[in-house]
């Protein structure tokens, strides 16, 4: 089946901070509930204030030009960057080089862990889905710009915050 | 100890000492209390039991437990059961609550967290993995619950993002409890606090909390769930679960808010200027009128498909910045009409204002409403308060919350909850002014009344239950066939939430996770029957400062007994003849005596035989036999 470039379209103000993407993440990956491991985070750092957080997959790939090993690529029919652990050193470097904070290394491999997109579809939106929220989305990649997407989970949250809350700390 | 679904290892903090160690779990002690609650109980027991009526819950020799159960972070939602010999009711309540803190605490490597003796200074325990630190807290200590998240959160978040985000990337946030001022000053309706608007407050944990000088506990793991028996048939459990929660939309759209309206004016069962009335027509208690507040519909802990939490801010006017959660129903009762506030604006507020004190609503409602009736009867006046008091009046009420949660003037009797209150001011003023105290064994009756007996509680409900007026373990017959204290165990020592737990799903979790062959039936007839009664040794050993003498404290408070006053089912009361039947019924199903004292056939075939030492002494004292 040909698949065309996807993305996940993330809405912060329908989160509900529920983390069954990140359960249904470390299901599909880990095989076990694992917080930590899940591709996909929620990050809430005031109460109510819930930002999904995962890779954008940029069109320049930072992080795939980082590694000197050659261990990430991208995956041609969704975009996806995909890890080759036997070639992952664990270095870091695709870590330093992601603008969004998303890269990371495994907490027990120390291997390059980041969004596979599920080979086209992703755990975490059905979740998402059938829960109700709509908060994640599938969309055809070339619907968005990834710059919108590559940031800092804070500055999210911040302007988050603000249009909830109205602003005041 | 390599127990499937287990990690095998509690952690314990010394906070006398400064020391921390591992306590390892075998295999048939889990098997047998399970987790939380049960687990707490027994713990509880080991440690304390043979010199119970000698220690003070508020004493360095407490403890102070935050336990997981083998379902946390597997079964959908989150909890954290908090525990240690109660300052309310001088037994041991399973107090729960909305926290990720169980989660890290499962990846971290642990069980849970036993905090034994007290700190000389003020601290905080933080846990990282295989970290263990005793910090202090000056920084934090007389912080308003916002403050403390907020200072607290950016410095352990910063911390960790400093050491991991060079190398291994930005690592999720951790969690934690804490506690606010009414805590730290050791207020008996004081809870254990978590992201702003949750609370651990039945037991009055915060108190106890505050007596051993700390603050908070912050944990962050990294690992994954403690390995289950069969993790195939758990994954297609976890799928199962939310199937079917999905499907329930209720606590989705409308939180437990609906209650403000409907648990008066369809089953009058309401508490209503500290019970006088359960029944009212206020339309602006309505759900759509809280809705206009809500800056979050949605709002859930982890791995949760019900989120029942919506989240309120109050902009503009004199409230401004107010933020809580709906309330949910207990806090839109009990500190709404229970108090004589009818409007959401001045519920919001109130309810926000008891977040940030670290009170516990239930409890600080329950006993608020006492002070405004004594103040409408003229036994308290202006002067003795410091100012009016009066039915609806959110302001005076919020300047009592303060004087509650800093022990100032009035506020000091009123900081030792309902019962310890209304002894005190009935010497004070030579009358009895228990009727006027809605409290079992220590505790304020939940936001659900039984007069009408159209809500979930039976004429014996209260009278008996273990964790006294809690309504999250409402003692129900038939027993095997009623969600009650029996399924509250399984839930609180599981450690999962009442609202998620559907059909038989819970069973069939921990049959997967552990591999334990637990029916519903062999929980009911067995394990339920363990903790109950465990617990039911515990509470009549009490003391030091209050003990309960079944004859007596086995009963509804005394308001319960008077007709309602108003709405459809006025004239209704709790039916003496009934209470009786039903607690023979249940003290029968249970292997009690006439007193409700496990009888020693039963700790025997339970085995706990060992508690028999402790039924004597609670005879002896009772002069029986």
């Known amino acids: 089946m040909s698949r065309q470039p996807i993305f996940i379209l993330r809405d912060p103000l329908k989160c509900s901070g529920c983390r069954l993407c990140e359960v249904a993440c470390s299901l599909k990956h880990e095989g076990t509930v694992w917080p930590e491991a899940s591709r996909i985070r929620v990050f809430e750092f005031f109460p109510g204030v819930d930002v999904p957080h995962l890779c954008t997959q940029c069109r320049d790939y930072p992080c795939v030009k980082a590694c000197k090993y050659s261990a990430l690529r991208v995956d041609d029919s969704t975009g996806a960057v995909l890890v080759d652990e036997e070639k992952c050193t664990g270095c870091g470097d695709c870590v330093r080089a992601c603008p969004g904070k998303v890269m990371r290394l495994h907490p027990k491999t120390r291997k390059a862990l980041v969004c596979d997109l599920c080979g086209g579809e992703p755990e975490c939106v059905k979740a998402c889905q059938e829960a109700g929220y709509g908060a994640l989305r599938v969309v055809p990649y070339r619907s968005v710009s990834f710059k919108i997407y590559s940031t800092l989970p804070e500055a999210v949250a911040q302007r988050l915050y603000e249009t909830m809350y109205g602003g005041e700390k | ?625």
């Open chain 2, 1 to 625: 100890m390599n127990i499937p679904g287990y990690n095998g290892k509690i952690l314990e903090v010394d906070l006398s000492r400064g020391k921390d160690r591992l306590i390892e779990l075998d295999e048939e002690t889990a098997y047998k209390f399970i987790g939380g609650r049960g687990l707490a109980a027994y713990i509880l027991w080991k440690e304390l039991g043979h010199k119970w009526e000698q220690v003070d819950p508020l004493g360095p020799e407490n403890l102070l437990l935050f336990l997981t159960g083998p379902l946390t972070g597997y079964y959908p939602g989150v909890k954290l059961a908090v525990s240690g010999k109660s300052p309310q009711t001088n037994g041991v309540v399973g107090s729960v609550v909305s926290s990720e803190l169980a989660i890290e605490l499962r990846a971290a490597g642990y069980d849970g967290l036993i905090v034994k003796g007290a700190s000389k200074d003020h601290v905080y325990i933080y846990i990282e993995g295989e970290k263990v630190e005793v910090r202090s807290a000056e920084h934090l200590w007389g912080l308003r619950g916002r403050e403390t998240f907020q200072k607290l959160f950016s410095e352990v978040w910063g911390e960790l993002k400093k050491k991991n985000l060079a190398h291994v990337g930005l690592t999720k946030e951790p969690s934690f409890v804490y506690i606010g001022p009414a805590g730290e000053n050791m207020v008996r309706t004081a809870a254990v606090m978590a992201k702003l608007t949750h609370a651990a407050g039945y037991g009055g944990y915060g108190a106890v909390m505050g007596s051993k000088k700390l603050k908070a506990v912050v944990a962050k793991g990294f690992g994954p769930m403690p390995p289950a028996k069969h993790p195939e048939w758990v994954k297609l459990l976890i799928r199962e679960a939310w199937n079917r929660l999905n499907q329930n939309i209720f606590w989705k759209q409308w939180g437990t808010s609906s209650g403000g309206y409907e648990v008066a004016n369809l089953t009058s069962s309401e508490p209503i200027r500290n019970w006088q009335e359960e029944w009212h027509d206020a339309r602006t208690m309505g759900v759509n009128n809280y809705e206009a507040h809500w800056v979050k519909r949605y709002w859930g802990d982890y791995g949760c498909p019900s989120t029942c939490m919506k989240i309120s801010r109050l902009i503009g006017g004199k409230y401004n910045g107010a933020v809580t959660d709906g309330p949910d129903y207990e806090l839109q009762a009990y500190l709404g009409p229970n108090l004589g506030v009818f409007e959401p604006r001045g519920n919001i507020y109130l309810s926000s204002l008891a977040d940030d004190l670290g009170l516990c609503g239930i409890q600080t409602g329950n006993v608020a409403g006492f002070a405004a009736e004594l103040c409408e009867k003229g036994i308290l006046t202006r002067e003795e308060v410091g100012f009016d008091l009066k039915w609806g009046d959110t302001e005076a009420f919020a300047r009592l919350l303060e004087a509650i949660a800093y022990r100032k003037g009035i506020g000091d009797i009123l900081a030792e909850g309902v019962a310890r209150a209304a002894d005190k001011l009935s010497k004070q003023k030579g009358q009895d002014l228990s009727r006027y105290a809605v409290h079992v064994k220590g505790i304020g009756i939940g936001a659900h009344g039984a007069r009408s007996g159209k809500d979930f509680p039976q004429a014996f409900t209260y009278a008996v239950g273990v964790q006294g007026g809690d309504h999250t373990s409402p003692p129900r017959l038939p027993v095997e066939k009623a969600w009650g204290e029996f399924t509250a165990a399984f839930e609180d020592s599981a450690v999962i939430c009442s609202f998620n737990a559907v059909d038989d799903l819970p069973y069939q979790f921990l049959k997967a996770i552990t591999g334990w062959e637990i029916s519903s039936a062999k929980w009911f007839r067995e394990h339920a029957r363990r903790i109950v009664s465990l617990q039911r040794v515990l509470l009549l050993l009490g003391g030091p400062d209050l003990y309960w003498n079944p004859r007596i404290h086995d009963d509804n408070p005394p308001r319960f007994y008077e007709p309602l006053p108003s709405g459809p089912f006025k004239g209704r009361a709790v039916d003496r003849t009934e209470l009786e039947k039903q607690k023979k019924e249940y003290f029968d199903y249970l292997g009690w005596d006439q007193y409700g004292i496990p009888r020693d056939e039963t700790l025997r075939e339970l085995g706990i035989g060992e508690l028999s030492e402790a039924t004597r002494r609670i005879r002896n004292r009772l002069k029986l036999e």
